[in-house]
């Protein structure tokens, strides 16, 4: 006696056979890109070494950055650290993994360039850290100038241009907000789209 195959085996099978297919594309998928990986990164490890001195380093020396003359301790922590910035050689290379960085220059010069990238950040963060000390004291002019500092060296912090924006709208000159919009329209497309929708807000006082 022939007995009729439930639909619901058949459909089971039928996912089955499917779950095994696309398990099996993934495993594929994720093995080829490994293999890329692997062969990125032993051509990586076998470039020459390249010339770093000309890179687009930040010109920062301590002496551009416009500081408050308050005597403050957290101040003067803030100045103490960007005096040990001064001079160092700054660039930001966050866009670039690691094996990117020895692909373009050698990974003879990884640690130097991971030290310049960190010195970047740890720039951006005692500006920032800075301006918003000055803010709190209210020395809304140097808060203003060393952010204003800040973004003419086009720094990727997004607090730096909303804390801007802020004290521009406190000191009642909204306008200005024109001028960190057009800086961010000069600098990374994806980090520009990142902050400009939120400075509308401030825009007119809101």
């Known amino acids: 006696m022939n007995f009729p195959i439930p ?3 058949i459909s089971f099978v039928l996912f089955i056979i499917f779950f095994s297919f696309r398990r099996n594309r993934q495993t594929k998928s994720q093995e080829d890109a490994n293999e890329a990986f692997l062969e990125r990164e032993r051509l990586a490890n076998t470039t020459r070494k390249k010339d770093i001195s000309n890179l687009d380093y930040l010109p920062f020396v301590i002496t551009d950055v416009p500081l408050s003359s308050h ?14 910035l001064s001079g160092k050689k700054i660039i930001n290379l966050s866009a670039y993994s690691n ?3 020895k692909l373009m220059y050698g990974p003879a010069n990884l640690n130097d360039l991971t030290e310049y990238d960190d010195n ?15 803010s709190e004291l209210e020395e809304y002019d140097a808060a203003i100038a060393v952010l204003e500092y800040a973004m ?4 990727d912090s997004s607090r730096i241009y909303l804390l801007l924006a802020k004290l521009y709208q406190k000191q009642q000159t909204p306008e200005k907000i024109r001028t960190i919009e057009d800086a961010l329209s000069q600098m990374e497309e994806s980090f520009a789209s990142h902050v400009l929708p939120k400075l509308t807000a401030f825009h007119n006082g809101k």
């Open 71 to 84: 005597s403050d301790d957290e101040l003067a922590k803030q100045t103490a650290f960007l005096q040990e």
């Open 120 to 134: 970047y950040h740890m720039l951006a963060a005692a500006l920032l850290d800075y301006a918003q000390r000055a």
């Open 152 to 155: 003419r060296l086009k720094m």
């Open 7 to 9: 639909v619901f085996f």
């Open 99 to 101: 094996t990117d960085l």
